[in-house]
């Protein structure tokens, strides 16, 4: 499977973007689909997973601004970000693995960065 992660930009703090992660692959649909972003001397941490059957995951500081979701029609996933704050400034990655997992060691592919920047 290869990604390619692309929607980010720069955004006053309120603002909203969405993040598209396209994959290619006709077994995307088996995979669990998980957004992580990197901030300037930060680890990589998830931020939102989706699994193959559709069940989510959100880190406490998104729940109720983000949304993730997919359309393995179209073999891609979504981040829909909205209320953004500075403190969502980071790299952000998408990244797919067999199963939803936190730790970003268990994803096996991973889509190039793509810079969200939300002044204040």
């Known amino acids: 499977v290869q990604l390619q992660a692309s929607g980010g930009g720069l955004v006053q703090a309120g603002g909203s973007l969405r993040l598209s992660c396209a994959a290619s692959g006709r077994t995307f649909s088996s995979y669990a689909v998980g957004w992580f972003r990197q901030g300037p001397g930060k680890e990589r941490d998830q931020v939102a997973g989706?699994?193959?059957?559709?069940?989510?995951y959100y880190v406490d500081s998104v729940k109720g601004r983000f949304t993730i979701s997919r359309d393995n029609a179209k073999n891609t996933a979504y981040l829909q970000m909205n209320s953004l704050k500075p403190e969502d400034t980071a790299v952000y990655y998408c990244?797919?693995?067999?199963?939803?997992?936190?730790?970003?060691?268990?994803?096996?592919?991973w889509g190039q960065g793509t810079q969200v920047t939300v002044s204040s």
């Open positions: 989706i699994s193959s059957i559709g069940k989510l």
């Open positions: 990244a797919a693995a067999r199963y939803l997992h936190a730790d970003p060691d268990q994803y096996d592919y």
